[in-house]
């Protein structure tokens, strides 16, 4: 009966390790998932990173943003990652502002999003601010086997310092790029989403074996979307009214008035995802001693009603 007790309780504590994991983030009903957007809120869907070491969301440097506050990358080997079925979509589209720092001193290959599958042929899609591995300046490269498609403007250009919007669309076998809610090239995509199974994706860092591509800036209000955007949509996001003129990438736009200051979580800062954690695992051994103590009793019982029945013999 102990032995049986033990694995009860053991089946137990394994369970609500299980259950213990951070909640996996769920689209909502217009299809968006909020990766990053204001410290209060965490970063749900994505890893903190640091090299090959995770970190918290309490570590995050956070910076005045486009609209309240943006997430610090320091080109020195900050990223997030995200892994899971959150990306496995029919169809597919990434929103997010940048403001890219020392931009005019900045080596090439720099990676600010990265796709990659988990299968053999390992498709892998990047989004570089200024210059990919078969074109210059600010483009979006997928890679399928052989083939190799490159998203850019009519005129090689890198995209400077300063707030921009930047969209990717992944419609079936057609890829668009957005720049300020301008459609900046369109191509046909050598695979679609389904068939290139993406099972990791990267902010501020390149995935490929020996690639490193750390971006230097501040990312804010990186969207996912489990569809693809309309273009109105698109404009909608980057802020875009009317008739409005494609913005001039040579121009940095000039900062929001109501940004805000610098700021640093305080050293105690609260960590969502690891708060949850944490109240699990304190109930992994509180749950685990009801289970014993309600089991124990009863068994108890029996064992001393059998002892005396062997007395009356």
Same mark, same amino acid.
């Given at each position: ?108 290959? #720099? ?87 993406? #099972? ?58 109501? #940004? ?54």
């Amino acid at each position: 009966m102990k032995r049986l007790l033990c694995v009860l309780a053991l089946l137990l504590a394994f369970t609500a390790i299980a259950v213990s994991a951070a909640p996996a983030a769920q689209y909502d009903a217009d299809g968006r998932v909020a990766a990053i957007t204001e410290p209060a809120e965490g970063i749900l869907p994505l890893i903190y990173c640091r090299g090959d070491q995770d970190l918290t969301a309490a570590e995050v440097t956070w910076e005045a943003g486009h609209a309240g506050q943006g997430a610090l990358l320091d080109g020195m080997g900050a990223y997030f990652r995200s892994d899971g079925t959150l990306l496995q979509q029919e169809s597919l589209s990434f929103s997010l502002w940048v403001n890219w720092l020392d931009a005019a001193a900045a080596p090439t290959g #720099q990676r600010l999003l990265t796709l990659r599958s988990g299968n053999r042929i390992s498709p892998y899609m990047a989004l570089s601010p200024n210059g990919g591995e078969h074109t210059e300046g600010l483009c979006l490269e997928m890679q399928a086997g052989a083939e190799t498609v490159a998203l850019t403007a009519d005129v090689p250009m890198a995209l400077t310092a300063g707030w921009h919007h930047l969209a990717v669309v992944w419609e079936g076998t057609a890829l668009r790029l957005y720049l300020d809610g301008n459609l900046l090239d369109e191509k046909t995509a050598p695979i679609n989403p389904t068939v290139f199974n993406p #099972q990791q994706l990267c902010v501020g860092k390149g995935m490929r074996q020996g690639e490193t591509g750390y971006f230097h800036g501040t990312v804010d209000e990186v969207l996912l979307y489990s569809r693809a955007l309309t273009e109105q949509e698109v404009r909608d996001l980057a802020g875009v009214t009317g008739d409005a003129t494609p913005m001039d990438p040579a121009t940095p736009p000039a900062d929001s008035p109501d #940004q805000m200051a610098p700021t640093q979580p305080a050293a105690d800062s609260p960590d969502p995802l690891q708060a949850v954690s944490r109240l699990w695992w304190l109930l992994i051994p509180v749950v685990a001693v009801a289970v014993l103590l309600a089991c124990w009793r009863p068994w108890k019982r029996r064992r001393h009603r059998r002892g005396s029945r062997y007395k009356l013999h």
